[in-house]
């Protein structure tokens, strides 16, 4: 079973940004594609962003379009999620997740074979 550990999470401030870091074990960051959900209060769980395996190819839900942005660095065994623009609907558990192909682009909860525990994002004045 692969470990995910997502950090970053806090309270920040409408129109601010956070950074979320999701840590692999080597094996797991180099042969999966990796994604960011989130699933806020009484809601389901959400797909925010993915990320193929070598890095080249993103997708983004459109609720986060040129406010969120996916990356990997393969030193570091670590996929990050830089949130600009923050919105309290934003608001959310954000879980890191392992899928093993980067296609089809559709992403949801049911695709992902390994999740991380979560990392709390509060959005809020």
């Known amino acids: 079973q692969a470990q995910l550990v997502e950090s970053g999470g806090e309270l920040v401030q409408p129109g601010g940004s956070l950074r979320l870091s999701c840590a692999a074990d080597?094996?797991?960051?180099?042969?999966?594609?990796m994604g960011w959900f989130r699933q806020a209060p009484g809601k389901e769980r959400e797909f925010v962003s993915g990320i193929h395996s070598t890095g080249v190819r993103k997708v983004h839900a459109d609720s986060v379009k040129g406010r969120f942005t996916i990356s990997r660095d393969g030193a570091q065994n670590t996929v990050y999620l830089q949130m600009n623009s923050l919105k309290p609907e934003d608001t959310a558990v954000y879980y890191c997740?392992?899928?093993?192909?980067?296609?089809?682009?559709?992403?949801?909860?049911?695709?992902?074979?390994?999740w991380g525990k979560g990392t709390l994002v509060i959005v809020s004045s």
């Open positions: 997740a392992t899928r093993r192909v980067f296609y089809p682009v559709a992403w949801s909860a049911g695709d992902m074979n390994n």
């Open positions: 080597g094996r797991t960051f180099s042969s999966n594609a």
